[in-house]
């Protein structure tokens, strides 16, 4: 029977020290190494290793917003002049700079316990829209093309939007109201510039259009 590296890791900090103690710890695993086995050695590693990982992690996140927004610039969204292609590597330099800009000066004034809920609530929310878009968009376009069909929908998108509305219910109430005022300048600027320049709306409000 195959374990996963997961629970067999967590049972094995939990033996070397108390689950109390290891909750009170920004690095559990090391804290277990250095205080419960007394290898110092071996924690310094894995916080170097944990340093590496996050590096990679910050990195892969950064290129995907980066395209994101960009395909956003592209689409009318937002300004097209943000979505300029550095002729010398074909990336969206721009927006990687000010986007990496403004990355590093919210690590620097902004708690990472608040970064990481307001991140947890911001993928909560947009697994709960693509679960109701799944179900809303198998009844308004049936014959779309799909590579890929949710089976028993809609009740696994509904399974889906109960567990997302589950865990971020356990969320501060300062989280909310963050995510709130987010959302409400998001619809600011779309209603301000966005939805007069969206590309895919004039297409769709095209005569031709079907």
Same mark, same amino acid.
């Given at each position: 029977?195959?374990?996963?590296?997961?629970?067999?890791?967590?049972?094995?900090?939990?033996?070397?020290?108390?689950?109390?103690?290891?909750?009170?710890?920004?690095?559990?695993?090391?804290?277990?190494?250095?205080?419960?086995?007394?290898?110092?050695?071996?924690? =310094?590693?894995?916080?170097?290793?944990?340093?590496?990982?996050?590096?990679?992690?910050?990195?892969?996140?950064?290129?995907?917003?980066?395209?994101?927004?960009?395909?956003?610039?592209?689409?009318?969204?937002?300004?097209?002049?943000?979505?300029?292609?550095?002729?010398?590597?074909?990336?969206?330099?721009?927006?990687?700079?000010?986007?990496?800009?403004?990355?590093?000066?919210?690590?620097?004034?902004?708690?990472?316990?608040?970064?990481?809920?307001?991140?947890?609530?911001?993928?909560?929310?947009?697994?709960?829209?693509?679960?109701?878009?799944?179900?809303?968009?198998?009844?308004?376009?049936?014959?779309?093309?799909?590579?890929?069909?949710?089976?028993?929908?809609?009740?696994?998108?509904?399974?889906?939007?109960?567990?997302?509305?589950?865990?971020?219910?356990?969320?501060?109430?300062?989280?909310?109201?963050?995510?709130?005022?987010?959302?409400?300048?998001?619809?600011?600027?779309?209603?301000?510039?966005?939805?007069?320049?969206?590309?895919?709306?004039?297409? =769709?409000?095209?005569?031709?259009?079907?």
């Amino acid at each position: 029977m195959e374990i996963t590296s997961e629970p067999t890791i967590a049972i094995g900090a939990i033996g070397l020290l108390p689950a109390e103690q290891l909750g009170e710890s920004d690095a559990p695993l090391a804290t277990a190494l250095q205080d419960g086995a007394g290898l110092d050695w071996a924690a =310094a590693v894995l916080a170097f290793g944990a340093l590496v990982a996050i590096t990679s992690v910050i990195l892969v996140i950064l290129y995907g917003q980066t395209r994101i927004i960009f395909a956003m610039c592209r689409d009318g969204l937002m300004p097209k002049g943000l979505a300029d292609v550095s002729p010398r590597f074909g990336t969206p330099a721009k927006l990687t700079l000010i986007l990496g800009g403004l990355i590093a000066v919210l690590s620097a004034f902004v708690p990472l316990s608040s970064i990481v809920e307001l991140v947890n609530i911001g993928t909560l929310f947009a697994f709960i829209l693509v679960n109701i878009g799944v179900i809303i968009l198998r009844r308004t376009k049936p014959d779309m093309d799909r590579p890929f069909r949710v089976p028993f929908s809609p009740v696994f998108p509904l399974i889906g939007v109960a567990f997302c509305v589950y865990l971020a219910q356990d969320l501060p109430g300062v989280t909310w109201i963050r995510f709130v005022v987010w959302m409400a300048v998001g619809l600011v600027v779309y209603g301000a510039y966005g939805y007069r320049n969206s590309r895919l709306r004039e297409r =769709a409000s095209s005569p031709g259009a079907k």
